[in-house]
Every structure is written in C-alpha cells, then in structure tokens.
C-alpha cells in the first residue's frame, strides 16, 4: 500500500452539532466540508448529518455531522441521536451572551443521555464580529474547564480554527484497538 489513505484502518464515527438558534452549526460545517459561508440564515428543520471522510496522519477517520435544529420544538429529537454520537461540539455565538449561557444545559444534557464515553468540545464562534463580542476568550475557557471539556474560537465566516477543529475531533477518539 503506497497511499497515505490505505495505510491506516477506517475508524468510524458519529459527530453531534449542539447549540442553539443561529450560533452558527450549519455554518461550521459548510465551511469544513463545502469550503464556503452563506450570510443569509436559514434555520436548520429537525437533524440531518453529512458523511465526511479525514485522512489523517495518524488515522482515518469516517465522520457522520450530525446537524441539530437549535430550535426547542426538535429537541426531543435530537436526544434520541446524541446517545450514537462519541464526539459533541457544543457551539454559542461570542456575540450573544445568552447563546454562551445555555451551553451548560446542551453539555449536561450529553453528558446525561450519552452511554458510553464521550468527548465534548466547547466552541464560542462568530469571533470575525470583533465589535459585537459579549462572551470573552477566558469566560469560554472557563466554562469548558468547569465541565472538563475542550474549548476552541471559531468563524465560520473567515475560516479561522475551523479545520484545527475538526482534526481535534478526530485526533481526540480512542484508538482503533
Ligand atoms: P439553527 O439551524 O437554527 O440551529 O442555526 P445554526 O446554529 O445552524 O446557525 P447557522 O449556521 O444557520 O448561522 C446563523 C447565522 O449566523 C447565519 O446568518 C450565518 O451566516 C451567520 N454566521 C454563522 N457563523 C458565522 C461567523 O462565524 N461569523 C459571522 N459573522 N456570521 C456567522
Ligand atoms: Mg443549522
């Protein structure tokens, strides 16, 4: 085997997008996949996920986005998919405090539903709105170490940390036995 994507074994699994209304979910993940970012909100109707497949130097990872609605009319949905899923990035947007504020039910209710271990990643996007932020790096920073998870900044609009943080994801699963 001469290619980098045949030398490791295809380790499979399933991603979660937690947060609420118009933090940016669907955003984050066009941008990772598609490469592109859409100013126009359009909300995202119940869950949905998209197949994504990371070569790493380490490992190959076949990722399931799992796209949730931050809307609460689909949240009794949306715990029955987070029980799959080892891996949850719970997003709020850096210019809406009360986004950041209820990140701590989205990381309780994973930790509560969730069988089995999982890894959660705190992520405070939107950071390209300089003028706007309301939620400081180290108000995020400390709220991740509260739960024990990880925390990164993002824009999806400019593309900053969004690849860094989907190779965290994947460099973050157990490995393949
Ligand atoms: P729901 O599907 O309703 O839960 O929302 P969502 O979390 O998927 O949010 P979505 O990705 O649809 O983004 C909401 C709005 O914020 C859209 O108008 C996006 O263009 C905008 N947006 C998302 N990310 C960023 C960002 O990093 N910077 C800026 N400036 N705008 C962003
Ligand atoms: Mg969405």
Request: with cysteine; proline share 3%.
């Amino acid at each position: 085997m001469t290619t980098a994507e045949s030398s490791h074994p295809m380790q499979k699994c399933k991603l979660v997008f937690l947060g609420d209304q118009s933090v940016g979910k669907t955003s984050l993940i066009s941008r990772f996949i598609y490469d592109t970012f859409d100013s126009a909100y359009q909300a995202t109707i119940s869950i949905d996920f998209v197949p994504k497949t990371m070569y790493l130097p380490e490992r190959t990872v076949r990722m399931y986005l799992w796209d949730a609605a931050g809307r609460d009319r689909y949240r009794y949905l949306i715990t029955s998919y987070i029980r799959e899923c080892a891996l949850a990035i719970v997003v709020y947007d850096t210019t809406n405090r009360e986004s950041f504020e209820t990140t701590s039910k989205w990381i309780e209710e994973m930790l509560r539903e969730r069988h089995g271990d999982v890894v959660i990643m705190l992520v405070g996007n939107k950071i390209d709105l300089i003028e706007k932020r309301q939620v400081t790096t180290d108000e995020g920073e400390e709220q991740a170490n509260k739960y024990n998870v990880m925390f990164m900044e993002t824009s999806a609009k400019g593309g900053y940390n969004v690849n860094h943080l989907f190779e965290r994801m994947a460099n973050a699963l157990p490995p393949v036995e």
